[in-house]
């Protein structure tokens, strides 16, 4: 463990380790910083409830360009503020109330500079018709004078109707301008007429008009830039004939490099670091490959089934996932194989900077792991990831020379702390995310391997409470995780933290169908919503209970949004496994879920092919759907179910919980309901995480 100190906020904020061979040296970097975020909490004192509840009030955490300064969003009850703290002076030189504008996210561009992007959902009309888009748009914050600005405003020459204005293609290089991509021109308000996408040249003080900076037409999509100030690729789209086109700027003339018909077949992540390829994203089925044709030489034509061209096609691999290549820049090419391909996980995200340049990716899994195109780079995030128990290392930002990295850590040694790596590996501590909570008091997370009823293999989180003597049997929470499509990995999961806290044994089984592991155990998945995928949360807790330590008298199932599905499908199909049914925001009804969809989406919808993958092909969907959808089976049920949902929830509609709890009302069933009224599907507020934990609370006590 850490040797550790403690400050005036009696945190543990100081560490002093030598971990493996790096010599890496945690210490305290500033009592000045510390105090921004360090709540008094003593060593044996009993962490309460709001401590797990209560949403980290320090996020958007950045270090600039040279190393000398940390910037991050800080929130409270009634203020929302982003602060600029000079690691040098040890004091906080510039911070500005964001007000009601929640930025997500935030751009060191220099010293001086600094970009918040905004998002929101607002309503369009006009062209894109009349609906609710995301909507996004970009503030300069000037550290001299301690001022935001609007950097493209909407009707100075600037279209009205478009949600972009937050996108950025570039920052020059002299740190004071930054690249927008954005539509201009336009009478009025709705007029398409006359509206092209230039990328935009923006003082980043806001002290001048933006100018364009290089002209685009109405098919004009998006810029790529190499981070001196030269544009290198454009793309677009004709809506009328289909037609994808990516450009090269070579010799100041636009060379198309590539064409591609019907409907684009990959996005563009960036910038190589060389500067001389973009970077692809694709998600390739193998049983439904697309033929992207382009002559070899380079000359773009438009990909012809029976064409008699020799052509290029996007490689595929073994399995259907999402992976990555390179495109030359010069001539179109696709390289042969995928980059950072990886057998064993899945890439989770791109690491790219603001310029778009790509300098790796993260991977998938219980603890995240990273390759960059610089295999130095590689190697040292590597080393640091290998050198704490059970915590993931989170990359969150990097000096302009890569000799202080930026990362937040989470999980058994930590509850969250964000932490600078400098040249010489050692670790600064720079702020908590939750100081009341110090890594002494994170209950300790495991990994169990269990095999399923057909001999699957099946990975399962498991978090027992510090306090367990190893002894006796502990009372248990099944957790599985929402999506289906996604996974828990190993952090600080507040909720199953607390229920860990309270004594609870946690078992959080990534279930066939989860991502994370491999698109095999992903597809595994596919016709087993409300089977197997079930069974696999029945074979986890029989694997805890024969290990001695889950007592089988006393089980409760917990689960959000998908996980609320689990949660009501294991009431109505494993009945007697359980003592108590939890569901938040969770889904009764698949009938009514996907005729909502179609409603909303239309019948040709990833959404609904995803569904109908998971629900399987073997009979009439309607039927199959009734057959699995809890509502159809309360009379089935035992345990009493505590139904909770966010009145305002706009991916599963609040009737999911409220028709269930009439339907188990009716058969004389044990259930409550419990309505959020300031929340959305996410559980995204404080205030409401810490409801949603004492009506949980409550209702364990009550029966396991």
């Given amino acids: 463990m850490f040797c550790h100190f403690t400050i005036s906020c009696q945190y543990p904020c100081t560490f002093c380790k030598v971990i493996n061979n790096m010599k890496l040296i945690i210490k305290l970097f500033c009592v000045t910083l510390f105090s921004l975020f360090c709540l008094t909490n003593t060593a044996n004192a009993k962490i309460p409830l709001a401590a797990y509840g209560n949403t980290p009030n ?23 503020v982003y602060m600029v703290f000079s690691l040098k002076e040890n004091k906080v030189v510039a911070s500005v109330d964001v007000g009601d504008s929640k930025p997500s996210k935030a751009y060191f561009v220099s010293d001086k500079q600094v970009i918040l992007v905004v998002g929101k959902y607002q309503q369009t009309h006009g062209f894109y018709g009349s609906s609710p888009q995301h909507s996004t748009y970009a503030l300069g914050f000037n550290l001299s004078t301690n001022k935001i600005y ?48 230039d990328l935009m040249k923006t003082r980043l003080t806001g002290s001048r008009k933006p100018r364009s900076f290089i002209k685009g037409t109405e098919n004009t999509r998006d810029y790529f830039m190499d981070g001196n100030d030269n544009v290198l690729a454009r793309t ?31 996005s563009i992540k960036g910038i190589t670091p060389d500067k001389k390829h973009l970077v692809l994203g694709r998600y390739i089925d193998k049983k439904n490959k697309a033929n992207l044709a382009i002559p070899v030489d380079g000359s773009a034509i438009m990909p012809n089934r029976s064409s008699s061209q020799p052509t290029q096609e996007l490689p595929t691999t073994e399995d259907n996932n999402l992976t990555y290549y390179t495109m030359s820049l010069i001539d179109g090419s696709i390289s042969d194989k995928p980059i950072f391909s990886n057998n064993n996980a899945s890439i989770e995200s791109v690491i790219v900077d603001v310029n778009r340049i790509v300098y790796g990716v993260k991977y998938s899994g219980f603890l995240p792991s990273y390759k960059f195109f610089d295999e130095r780079i590689t190697e040292r995030v590597t080393q640091l990831t290998k050198s704490f128990a059970n915590t993931a290392i989170h990359l969150k930002d990097w000096t302009a020379d890569w000799k202080n990295i930026l990362v937040f850590i989470e999980g058994q040694e930590s509850s969250g702390e964000y932490v600078i790596v400098n040249k010489k ?19 300790p997370i495991s990994v169990l391997k269990y095999t399923a009823q057909d001999g699957m293999k099946i990975p399962a989180l498991i978090t027992k409470p510090k306090s367990w003597n190893g002894k006796t049997k502990l009372p248990t929470i099944m957790l599985p995780h929402d999506g289906p499509e996604s996974y828990d990995s190993i952090g600080f999961d507040w909720m199953a933290q607390y229920f860990a806290e309270q004594g609870y044994l946690v078992i959080q089984p990534q279930f066939r169908g989860s991502a994370g592991f491999g698109t095999k155990h992903r597809d595994a998945g596919y016709g087993e919503l409300g089977k197997k995928m079930q069974s696999d949360l029945t074979q986890a807790l029989a694997a805890m209970v024969r290990k001695g330590v889950a007592d089988p008298d006393r089980v409760c199932i917990v689960g959000g949004n998908y996980g609320g599905y689990a949660a009501l499908a294991a009431g109505a199909f494993n009945p007697d496994l359980y003592q108590c049914i939890v569901a938040f925001n969770g889904v009764s009804d698949l009938e009514m879920m996907v005729s909502k969809k179609k409603q909303k989406l239309g019948d040709d919808n990833w959404v609904l092919n995803y569904w109908d993958k998971v629900a399987g092909n073997n009979k009439d969907k309607t039927i199959l759907l009734e057959e699995i959808s809890p509502i159809n089976h309360t009379a089935n049920f035992t345990a009493p179910v505590l139904l909770i949902h966010s009145e305002n929830d706009s991916t599963v509609p609040f009737k999911q919980s409220s028709e269930m709890h009439g339907a188990l009302q009716e058969k004389n069933k044990e259930s409550i309901l419990i309505t959020l009224d300031k929340d959305d599907h996410y559980l995204n507020l404080s205030e409401t995480r810490v409801q949603v934990l004492t009506e949980i609370s409550q209702f364990l006590k009550e029966h396991i």
Avoid: C
């Avoid at 996108?167 to 930054?178: E, T």
């Avoid at 004709?238 to 086109?245: A, G, L, P, S």
């Avoid at 990516?246 to 010799?251: A, D, L, R, V, Y």
């Fill in 58 to 80: 320090t996020s958007l955490m950045t270090i600039s360009p040279s190393g000398k300064f940390i910037g991050f969003r800080k929130t409270s009850a009634d203020k929302d």
């Fill in 150 to 197: 609007r950097l493209l405003i909407p009707g100075e020459g600037i279209y009205d109707n478009q949600w972009g204005l937050g996108d950025i293609s570039g920052i020059s290089a002299d740190g004071d301008f930054v690249y927008m991509p954005a539509y201009v021109g336009g009478v009025l308000s709705g007029e398409w007429e006359g509206v092209d996408k």
């Fill in 236 to 266: 677009s789209y004709d809506n009328e004939k289909n037609i994808y086109t990516i450009q090269s700027n070579i010799n100041d003339s636009w060379i198309d490099i590539y064409q591609e018909a019907n409907e684009i077949s990959f």
């Fill in 425 to 443: 590996n050692e670790l600064n501590v720079v702020s908590t995310g939750r100081p009341a909570i110090p890594y002494t008091s994170v209950h």
